[in-house]
């Protein structure tokens, strides 16, 4: 006898290990182009190499929008909070955006994308006539068109104890990039490196963005 949780893990886990390579793919497209220039640089080639991971079979759904992330070698297993914006592994760490975070990203909306097609194209997201202005942003940042992707998105967020003001350069997953905005000292704009290792961007979970403004 399996419980509920254990049948829905397994049809899950088989549903991510059936996902169609030309679905990765696809969706690995549609993602890697919503990605800023800038972010490109960050990830360093990690995008590619998260490709390979989900199409090699490396990453298995768990549960929810927890992944298990088997290493290039196959002999470590990273564990992947795609809500957290979180992994185990050394590189995230370290701050980066690990290719297991963006390899468990590419399966989850593989595998959304496949559950849409298999339920019917008619059935269309239902567009709620005030979006969230969260929805907005990501939609904004991840649209096709260059145009509307140089729309400046301004946000506040709470940092040490303190409200700042940042740019929104990215958000992905449940993850969001963010820069601290200049600060003017005699009408001349000073950059400001707030956060840990006197950086000026960092990252912060989509939800704890405040106040968020669109510029186009
Ligand atoms: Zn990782």
Same mark, same amino acid.
């Given at each position: ?33 919503? !990605?800023?220039?800038?972010? $490109?640089? &960050?990830?360093?080639? &990690?995008?590619?190499?998260?490709? $390979? ?8 759904? =768990? ?11 196959? %002999? ?7 809500? #957290? ?5 050394? %590189?995230?760490? $370290?701050?980066?955006?690990? $290719?297991? &975070?963006? +390899? ?18 008619? @059935? ?11 929805? @907005? ?8 068109? %260059? ?28 993850? +969001?990039?963010? &820069?601290?905005?200049?600060?003017? =000292? ?20 989509? @939800?704890?963005? !405040?106040?968020?403004?669109?510029? #186009?």
């Amino acid at each position: 006898m399996y419980t509920i949780k254990q049948v829905k893990r397994f049809v899950s886990e088989a549903v991510a290990s059936y996902l169609l390579p030309a679905t990765i793919e696809q969706t690995a497209s549609t993602v890697f182009q919503g !990605f800023s220039e800038r972010l $490109k640089a &960050r990830l360093n080639g &990690r995008q590619e190499r998260a490709l $390979k991971l989900a199409l090699s079979g490396h990453v298995t759904h =768990k549960s929810a929008r927890i992944f298990s992330v088997h290493s290039e070698e196959g %002999d470590h297993a990273y564990l992947v909070d795609l809500t #957290r914006g979180y992994c185990t592994c050394p %590189d995230s760490q $370290k701050g980066s955006i690990c $290719k297991h &975070r963006i +390899a468990a990203y590419l399966v989850e909306q593989s595998m959304q994308a496949t559950a849409q097609t298999s339920a019917g194209s008619s @059935k269309s997201e239902p567009v709620s006539k005030e979006e969230e202005p969260l929805e @907005k942003a990501r939609r904004v940042l991840h649209a096709q068109s %260059d145009l509307l992707r140089e729309a400046i998105i301004y946000a506040t967020i709470q940092h040490q104890g303190e409200a700042l003001v940042v740019e929104v350069i990215n958000l992905e997953g449940d993850t +969001a990039i963010v &820069r601290a905005l200049p600060i003017f =000292k005699d009408g001349k704009p000073v950059p400001q490196f707030p956060f840990e290792d006197r950086r000026s961007c960092t990252q912060v979970l989509a @939800k704890s963005l !405040f106040d968020l403004n669109i510029y #186009r």
